[in-house]
Each structure stands twice: as C-alpha cells, then as structure tokens.
C-alpha cells in the first residue's frame, strides 16, 4: 500500500484477554518498529525488526508481550492476558534500511483499551 | 540514558503568531536529532532533522537549530497558520545508523483564527 497499515485502529478488551495488534509495512520497507503512547508518555520503543529477525527485543515490557514478522513484511504484535495498564496507542513504523538517519514512516496506531 | 525534555503543552497561539517548541536533550554520545509532527488523525510524519552540530533543519516553513553547547534542538516558525495544529515531537538517535528513536512526550499545538 501507500503508507503503513495497521489493524484495528481500534480494540477494546477485557482485563486477561490476549490481542493481537497487526501491521503492514510500506512494502519494501525492510526495517521495521513498534512503539507504544501512553497517556501523558512519549512514544516507548518496544521492538525492531530487520527483515524477519528482531536484534533487540529489550523494550518488550514483559514476557506477556512478543512480535514476530513474517516474508520481511507483516508484523504482529500479541499481548497476553492483558492487564489495565497496557491501555495505549501501539505505533508501528517502516523505513527502507537499516538506520534511522533517514526516515520512520508511521502507521495511525492502534488503541487498545483493556477494561 | 537518553532522553529528551520538551516544553509541556498544550500551546495556543492566534494565526500568524511566533512559535518556539522547546527540545533539549541528553545524550552520551553525539546524536542525530529530530522533530516529527502528528496531525489529527494521521501517523507522525518527519518534519525536519539535523545531524550535527550548527546544522539547520527546515520544512514548511519550520526550523530547527542543533546547538551542542545547549544541547538544545528548538522548534520556530515565524507564522503559524491552523493548519499547524497538531502535535510535535523531538527525537534523537544516538548512534549513526542506529535503529532506535528516543522520544520526548509531545507538545500539542493549536492555532486559532
């Protein structure tokens, strides 16, 4: 597509549900990343991926978060057993390479709320 | 770590006001840095950059100066229009080529007529 997609634009959910947060890059685009925008926060990076691999899984806020990323193209993010905490706008971005002194092309995120 | 500290919001300001965003960062090493600008309903888009010291950035009107002896990436605009409502972020990146985007939390702007 034209920009990078992401589904749904919205989800609500009950506290202990799992989600799963998709994202469709710009197509070609081999980096890509997630972000999450708390209420009052900046934009918290999670994880990034370099085609299929992600070099580092750090900002995952705990074991109940993972992504994966398949044919170097869509990524999905799940979060299990959700708790009311992780209530935010999950943000994917692309960019043609490696670094990002080019630039990070966003998706309009996916708000999820978690009752 | 890394961080960046910008001005609280929201912002005000009438049409064809002056605008400063404050953005001053910390850093360890020599970072590339960024402002990207959210419009309503749409993903962050870059707005302008600069990656080393004295280096201007400019788009739409809109500039940023690098200043390592503040550690300062300020954002002006002579005139805002209401267009520009919106809501504006800086970021750096640390490393040349690194994958990682340290943030500041957002000022949101509004320009009224």
């Known amino acids: 597509g034209a920009g990078v997609s992401q589904s749904p634009s919205n989800k609500v959910t009950e506290k202990g549900k799992d989600v799963e947060l998709r994202c469709d890059p710009i197509s070609g685009h081999t980096a890509l990343y997630w972000y999450r925008q708390s209420l009052g926060q900046g934009l918290e990076f999670l994880i990034y991926?370099?085609?299929?691999?992600?070099?580092?899984k750090s900002g995952l806020p705990s074991d109940r978060f993972s992504a994966e990323r398949t044919g170097g193209s869509v990524s999905t993010l799940t979060i299990q057993r959700t708790q009311q905490e992780d209530s935010a706008v999950y943000l994917c971005?692309?960019?043609?390479?490696?670094?990002?002194?080019?630039?990070?092309?966003f998706g309009e995120g996916s708000r999820l709320t978690v009752l | 770590g890394d961080s960046v500290t910008q001005m609280e919001g929201p912002v005000t300001l009438s049409e064809e006001a002056f605008l400063t965003i404050n953005c001053t960062y910390t850093a360890t090493g020599y970072p590339s840095l960024f402002w990207y600008v959210q419009y309503p309903g749409e993903g962050l888009q870059l707005l302008l950059k600069a990656t080393k010291a004295d280096d201007k950035g400019s788009n739409k009107g809109f500039e940023a100066t690098y200043r390592k002896e503040t550690t300062s990436f300020h954002l002006e605009k002579g005139s805002v229009q209401v267009s520009d409502s919106a809501v504006y972020f800086c970021a750096l990146a640390e490393l040349a080529g690194s994958y990682q985007l340290t943030f500041g939390k957002g000022t949101k702007l509004s320009v009224i007529p």
């Open positions: 971005a692309s960019s043609p390479g490696q670094g990002v002194n080019g630039e990070l092309f």
């Open positions: 991926f370099q085609g299929n691999s992600a070099p580092d």
